[in-house]
């Protein structure tokens, strides 16, 4: 199994571009969120989903949209990157309650 | 404020000695979990104790919660410089979320 698979490892954009993260998992995990790190915040929520065609909102929701149109793929996109989105951004996705994390992205957005 | 504060953010051991590391809460939840995480890379779940449960181990790893006082505790017993991490605690609300502290950045001096 690969786990919780993240693309790309690393992102330069420029304000008001857009583009999408990409994230999989091959676990069959119901459950599936995106978060941020901060230096000094933690992670924070961004959207997550129960299932194929459920989404929800996280903790910081604005600027970012979600779909989860299959179990495996939860992408997510960034409308017009702004400066503020400059962030790790992590994937995860569980069944039963203990989260498994991808790698991570690295956006940096000038 | 976020849901999980822990304390303190950052703390310097000798290799052998015990670290102990604290997460507060806000609201009701149904579990709570503890995560390390590496510099540069993902999180890796550590344990996951119930709201109705008050101890719980795993290996070195010693996990407290009171529900009362809305706390919660980690305890590495035995610190050894591979232990050098960050580590987060985790709250699982009613809802379906996971909300993440802040963090406490432990180092383990050779």
């Known amino acids: 199994n690969a786990g919780v698979t993240q693309t790309p490892k690393f992102q330069v954009l420029k304000t008001g571009q857009s583009m999408t993260l990409q994230c999989a998992q091959d676990?069959?995990?119901?459950?599936m969120s995106w978060y941020r790190q901060d230096p000094g915040m933690g992670l924070r929520l961004i959207h997550y989903?129960?299932?194929?065609?459920?989404?929800d909102q996280g903790e910081v929701p604005n600027g970012y949209n979600v779909s989860r149109s299959t179990t495996e793929d939860f992408p997510l996109r960034l409308l017009s990157a702004a400066p503020s989105q400059t962030s790790v951004y992590f994937c995860?996705?569980?069944?039963?309650?203990?989260?498994?994390f991808g790698p991570g992205t690295r956006l940096t957005v000038t | 404020s976020q849901q999980g504060e822990e304390d303190p953010q950052a703390l310097s051991i000798q290799e052998g000695e015990n670290a102990t590391m604290n997460c507060s809460y806000k609201?009701?939840?149904?579990?709570l979990q503890w995560y390390r995480q590496n510099s540069g890379r993902g999180l890796v779940h550590l344990i996951l104790i119930r709201s109705n449960e008050r101890e719980k181990h795993s290996g070195r790893l010693r996990v407290t919660l009171d529900t009362s006082k809305k706390s919660s505790s980690l305890l590495i017993t035995a610190s050894r410089a591979a232990d050098t991490a960050s580590y987060f605690c985790?709250?699982?609300?009613?809802?379906?979320?996971?909300?993440f502290g802040q963090g406490t950045e432990l180092s383990v001096k050779p």
């Open positions: 985790a709250t699982d609300i009613p809802g379906g979320k996971l909300i």
């Open positions: 989903s129960v299932g194929a065609g459920i989404t």
């Open positions: 676990m069959n995990h119901e459950y």
């Open positions: 995860a996705s569980t069944q039963t309650g203990a989260q498994y």
């Open positions: 609201t009701s939840i149904n579990n």
